[in-house]
């Protein structure tokens, strides 16, 4: 009985997960078929298969301008983002210092804020400030709401790592740079990387904080945003198609780095622990 | 007594350390000599990692001096002074190799890879890790071969002090054993300085030249092993041993005699003359149980309540006629007691077995 149980509840979880991934995807899946059909209207089934969206998107110089809008703005803003949430991760999560408690709080407060009203606010102060919009205020822009995210992200890491791991290489002889460049960059660095992908991605999708911070120049999905509103073709499933593959491609390099990574190391062990001494 | 043999290596004048009201570290003068197996044991919170950790320049003290031959250490940064530890969870560099991180030291100073790997292959050879293990992992090796390669890793260091910080803590008690003697065995094939620190006064017996005892942020006694096993200066040290027979007492009328509060009379070889009151410590392997004790000077009636075996030896326990606390006699499992649970027995021992504390 208890076998025929399990076998039930086997199933049960099968088909929540099918549903469960089906859910997830299925609309971002129509949004790709609507990017390969002819019709300028998207309905289902699609009868006539084209790839002339592509070939468009690929030769207009206005989507590339977008392309490079967006991966500008999501370049600038993952190294940003990672060099000073490495610092707040360490400040965070490391030493112990009078006003450490209130830090962590307000340093990841703005999460929580609507990304709207985070957006507008900071355009009033661009403007108040005398500074003129553009994809450049919209790097500091997304850096607020992303690199307290990113922060956490390493901090995670930094909790798990032993600092008398710093201090043995210090004890060695290593200087501050030493132990930084030795010990903990490589031991922090799955951190670092899953950070910098989390900035990446965040920024490359965000909408938002750039609707209100790019002024003139427009990143893919204020693009798709636009044209949704007024003047839909089917370059808007395209287009969102290609930063998806964008995004998609992105998390699977990394994840192929790790995987490289480990398997590089596994080739370099002799074998598994033996308990020598238990012997002895 | 406990003078340092060979010309002090370091020395320790009034070294204190606060932390804002809590004094962890309190005026400790010491000499360590050079060559020396010098162990400081004490009981968690005793201030025995603090010490440890200024000796190593990870802290600075708040007051006194370092002195590493005759040259003042205390505002020398840990990555600039000649000394190197072995810290208590090894702290083995997780994304290194075995090589790599017996190497680590040699990288920092420049050596080339060519002479680095000699080095560590030698002393590998030395600490009896297998040579395939150069390219290994640090986290697929076993808990023993860890110590080692955190040890041969300071060791590269060529350090003119080795610290360490209660590294065996976290082993089981065969293969600490083994690794106690192996530390011993290194210590005499190098010819260094080593200064460990631990809780357990066992392992400092089996592996020290000289033993510090800390208590509360100072140290009570300083001495060879046979020192602090016969002559505790107090009875925290004589405790700190492991199981001691103790009454309290205070001098009595005659020249080698004490008494306790109730009237007992034990006869020790000799009362210090500024001794007034204090502890009567007498070791349980020092107790005679029956026939044993026939003839002795110091006897005491009682009923064997139980008996335990501890390996090599059995011990006793008898609750006396005047109800002190139960009295702990051990003898050697070849000669054991002969007779049954709940016996009048008669316990005795030799006046040069009594040791007279003072607290």
Redesign the interface.
Known sequence: MAGAHSTLAKRLIVLWTVAIIGFLYIPMVSVVLASFSRKRYFSFPINAWDTKWYEKAFQSLSVRELLTTSLNVAVLVTIFSVFLAFLGALAFARYDWKGRKLFQKVVLLPIFFPQAVLGLALLLWFSALGITTSWQTAVFAHMIWIVPIVTLIISIQVYSFDPALEEAAFDLGASRWQVLREVTLPILSPGLVSGSVFAFLLSWGNFPLSLFTTGADQTVPEWLYAKMVSGYTPMVPTLGSLTMGGAVLVVFGVYLMFMLRKWRRGGKDAGPAVESESGA | MSEVGAKPILQLRKICKKFGDFTAVNNINLEIGAGEFFTIVGPSGSGKTTLIRLL???DQPTDGDILLRDKRLNDV????RPT??V???L?L???K?VGENIE??M???GVDGAARKERANELMKQLRLPL??Y???VN??????RQRIALA??LA?DPQILFFDEPLASLDF??RK??EKELKDIHRETGKTFVYITHSLEEAMVMSDRIGIMRRGSIVQVGTPHEIYNRPRNKFVAQFMGEVNTLEVRRSGEASVCSTGDGQQFQVAGIPAEFQSGHLIIRPEAVKIGEAAQGLENTVRGKLFNSYSLGSRLQYQVRSTSGDSPWLVEMLQDEPYTGELDDEVVIGWRKEDSILVSD
């Open positions: 190593v320049g990870m940064p840990a990555n600039q190197c530890m810290f208590q969870s702290a560099f997780p994304h190799t680590f030291s990288k920092i100073s395939e293990y390219s290994k992992n697929q090796c076993s808990g023993g071969e890793r300071a260091f065969r293969l083994t690794l």
